[in-house]
């Protein structure tokens, strides 16, 4: 398939979705399936290498008494703190068992008929708008320009096209959209009416927060929904949190109506509240994977592994070998990046870990080149 033929492709289903497996299970997608590989060293997942903080698991421990009474389904003291946070209306927000739910709610609320997606970016996007009964268009980034969106995506935005969902920084390639041209998509969306669903999930690891639209800017465009979430940044995926924010109230209220009530738990609201006081954990967190991650991508460059320049805190790599299986030899699970639509067997994403732990994978990666180099793979 020619470049011009991809950038033209729609597909009713995506090669990055799950299957049904043999045994009638859904076939798994994602990083993180250490209960499969239980043991290793999770490289799969791109979450804070510090791990939850001793604030947060204590709010947890002190909240797990109360698992006796129904949830706030409002949330609202975490609502009131987020609002203060960024200084706008509480009614602006909504608030998901975890960023993912957000995806799902927004895709029914919405039931557009037509939507593009980038690709490759989150399995997520396609999963929602196609149970929601919605076509997917995708639109190909490119290899050569490190999987970053360009100006070629304004064709994408015609009369037809209800919803957008774009990833800022994306994942798995780490890649940022640039301002100016996400202000020209917005504006373009706003014009045509198209719902506009700006994923964020990863906003808090760039050194430069002002690469990203901030929220204030999307406060008079109410056909923009920005996506975040608690699970990244502050290592909490177990409890799943995350948040939108928008100002169209009536489809916030139609995206509620089709979330299940009672949809985070109570100790995930409290978890999230003692996480937002940590805006110097956040500024150390943020430092320190940036070194780290510049510290990876030059060893990557010595081995003459090609990877992909990340802002944030994971890489996504090429290889000729197959690094997911031999890794494992090494005790380590790093993400196979096959099924993501846009991908080919060979692309996978490390995350951005302890210096520790970086040397592990590093050192088995020189393993296997050099036993690749010396004809023993």
């Given at each position: ?5 991809r ?13 049904i ?8 997608i994602?990083?993180?399936d ?28 002190t909240?797990a008494?109360?698992?006796?009474a129904?949830p706030d ?14 200084g706008?209306?509480?009614e602006n927000?909504?608030?998901?068992n975890?960023?993912a739910?957000?995806?799902f709610s927004a ?13 490759p ?10 149970a ?20 070629r ?6 009369e ?13 390639s780490?890649?940022?959209?640039d301002l ?8 373009r ?6 719902r ?31 996506l ?6 502050h290592a ?7 948040y ?28 999230g509240?003692?996480a ?14 940036a070194r ?75 393993e ?10």
């Amino acid at each position: 398939m020619t470049k011009g033929m991809r950038r033209k492709a729609a597909r009713i289903r995506g090669s990055g979705l799950p299957r049904i497996t043999a045994g009638g299970m859904m076939e798994y997608i994602h990083g993180g399936d250490i209960y499969t590989y239980e043991g290793m060293t999770d490289f799969s997942v791109n979450i804070n290498p510090f791990g939850p903080s001793g604030q947060v698991l204590e709010a947890v421990r002190t909240e797990a008494a109360h698992i006796g009474a129904y949830p706030d389904s409002r949330c609202r003291k975490l609502r009131c703190a987020l609002a203060e946070r960024y200084g706008i209306s509480e009614e602006n927000f909504i608030f998901g068992n975890g960023a993912a739910e957000l995806i799902f709610s927004a895709a029914f609320a919405g039931r557009p008929r037509r939507a593009v997606l980038t690709a490759p970016s989150f399995a997520e996007y396609a999963m929602a708008l196609e149970a929601a009964g919605c076509e997917v268009v995708y639109h190909y980034m490119e290899e050569e320009e490190s999987f970053r969106l360009t100006e070629r995506y304004m064709e994408e935005l015609t009369e037809d096209v209800d919803m957008i969902f774009l990833c800022s920084p994306d994942n798995p390639s780490g890649q940022v959209i640039d301002l100016p041209l996400l202000d020209r998509i917005i504006g373009r969306c706003g014009e045509l009416g198209i719902r506009a669903v700006i994923d964020q999930c990863f906003c808090e690891f760039l050194e430069r927060s002002y690469s990203i639209l901030p929220v204030e800017a999307v406060l008079d465009k109410p056909w923009v929904l920005l996506l975040r979430a608690f699970t990244k940044m502050h290592a909490m995926p177990g409890l799943r949190l995350g948040y939108g924010i928008c100002s169209d109230r009536a489809f916030l209220e139609k995206m509620e109506l089709v979330t299940q009530p009672w949809n985070v738990s109570v100790p995930a609201q409290a978890a999230g509240l003692a996480a937002l006081s940590e805006t110097e954990r956040v500024q150390r967190t943020r430092a320190y994977v940036a070194r780290e991650r510049r510290r990876i991508e030059k060893e990557l460059e010595h081995m003459g592994i090609t990877y992909y320049p990340s802002a944030v805190n994971y890489i996504l790599l090429y290889s000729r070998y197959d690094l997911s299986a031999l890794l494992k030899e090494h005790n380590i699970l790093i993400r196979d990046c096959s099924n993501y639509e846009g991908l080919r067997k060979g692309y996978y994403r490390i995350a951005v870990k302890m210096r520790k732990e970086n040397d592990m994978l590093l050192k088995a990666l020189r393993e296997i080149y050099k036993e690749g180099t010396s004809g023993r793979l």
